[in-house]
């Protein structure tokens, strides 16, 4: 295949169920684009038959790769797809694809006039959530909260699964970025303004899906975790001393 313009880069854990659909899905999309495109999912050790599903897949389109790695966890997953990955744009993505195919054009746009790293939001005006659950999205907000207070101030929703990076801005970012589990959102972005990237707020279309592999409970509470954790890799000096700033 000929070097890619565009990479998309998807976390997998035990979705063999639901990644048939998502990759369909992609690559219908994605025929319709005069825009080389490479599909990387990470197989973070699943207990499935996730892998097996992916190399069928695969086999049948060159577009689709899959990079078998050991359980550490998704932000593991999305950083060695991320530095994997070949294109001059690289997105990440759920492996539910929660936000349909038709919204990735609305990361790309960003990237085409001076911003370094555009994210999906599910707030703000022309954001829309479609059949989430009030108490999840109480317990979501919450968790926003604290992160804009400790970590991303002004930045309103740091975990939706979509975001998209230039090339030079991705291999610095996950190049430093040291969590693995669910709160490495929050390090990528502080990460972000600490070297002084240029972050873009997307409003999208998202659909909430019952059989999310985050547990609104024990997840939330190692969130909070890994934000604290930023915190203190900030305090005891470990992001500051390689944080060039981006000139312009």
Known sequence: MNT?????VIPAYNEAARLPATLQQLRCFL??????????VVDDGSTD???AVVRQIAAA????QLIAAPHRGKGAAVRQGILSARGAVRIMCDADLSMP????????TPLTTGADIAYATREGTGAYRVGEPPLRRLMGRTFNWLVRTLALPGVDDSQCG???FTAASSEL?????TIDGFGFDVEVLYLARQYGFQLQAVPIIWHYHANSRVHPLRDT??????????RWNHWSGRYGHFAPQVQR
């Open 61 to 64: 389109d060159p577009r689709v």
């Open 101 to 108: 195919a038709q919204e990735l054009p609305k990361l790309l």
């Open 162 to 164: 979509f975001k998209a």
């Open 173 to 177: 970012l996950f190049r430093h970025a």
């Open 31 to 40: 025929d319709g684009w005069d825009y080389p495109t490479e599909i990387i």
């Open 49 to 51: 038959d996730t892998a």
């Open 221 to 230: 509470f190692l969130m909070i975790r890994d934000v604290l954790h930023v």
């Open 4 to 8: 890619p313009r565009l990479s998309i």
